[in-house]
């Protein structure tokens, strides 16, 4: 158990519908990750937060957003959804979000859009 | 581009050693190697991770090469529940390959 935990773990929606994800990072972490991985992608970095504030962006479609909140969970909301958005979610988190810490991940949610 | 270049699939007898390798040759000075496992259906699971020196925890080994431009990911004793995709990235100034996991390696442990 890493101690970063997401839910849903799974979640089936519609094309079009929005949805969104919820992860609560390990006690005392302030930075978060997401992560999309699909089978045909790999693990995709999406973005990261420390303490409330973007700290990175990778490769996030305009049509995923997410925050992350003053008590620190983070939720990443998916709007639009298309049958490619079906993929695992990670959330991850680590200490201060320095390239020297380590990075704990969840167990994901599972997306599938119909 | 900072990004890593791992073998797509490696073999390993059970309790023989891992020597599984990495490839990152534009790594910038001030990038960490980190590596990650992933087992089927989980999250990925931190292993080990280095800025310059070798480093060894209770899991493995990082050596890193001394222009830091490869390293090598050594599991001593290779056993069942250590096949999984290896994943070496790196970490560091924010830009389009910073964390990006790649295709990784997967790890079959022979028994």
């Known amino acids: 158990d890493s101690g970063v935990t997401q839910t849903p773990k799974h979640l089936i929606t519609a094309t079009g519908q929005r949805v969104t994800l919820r992860c609560s990072p390990r006690?005392?972490?302030?930075?978060v990750y997401w992560y999309q991985q699909s089978l045909d992608q790999g693990l995709q970095f999406l973005i990261q937060?420390?303490?409330?504030?973007?700290?990175a962006k990778g490769n996030i479609l305009e049509r995923f957003s997410a925050q992350q909140f003053p008590d620190l969970h983070s939720e990443l909301n998916l709007s639009s959804l298309e049958l490619g958005d079906s993929a695992l979610y990670f959330c991850?988190?680590?200490?201060?979000?320095?390239?020297?810490?380590?990075?704990?991940f969840g167990e994901g949610s599972w997306l599938t859009v119909v | 581009d900072a990004k890593t270049t791992q073998p797509n699939s490696m073999e390993s007898n059970e309790e023989e050693p891992v020597h599984l390798p990495c490839n990152h040759s534009?790594?910038?000075?001030?990038?960490?190697i980190h590596w990650y496992r992933q087992l089927p259906s989980q999250g990925p699971e931190y292993v080990i991770h280095?800025?310059?020196s070798n480093v060894n925890n209770r899991m493995a080994s990082l050596a890193i090469a001394e222009d830091r431009k490869s390293s090598t990911l050594i599991l001593h004793r290779a056993t069942l529940r250590d096949a999984a995709v290896y994943y070496c990235?790196?970490?560091?100034?924010?830009?389009?390959?910073?964390?990006?996991f790649g295709t990784g390696t997967r790890l079959t442990v022979i028994p």
């Open positions: 006690s005392g972490d302030l930075s």
């Open positions: 990235i790196l970490y560091g100034i924010a830009g389009a390959n910073n964390l990006f």
């Open positions: 937060y420390y303490n409330g504030e973007e700290r």
């Open positions: 534009t790594i910038s000075g001030t990038d960490y």
């Open positions: 991850a988190s680590s200490a201060t979000g320095g390239s020297g810490n380590t990075i704990y």
């Open positions: 280095g800025l310059t």
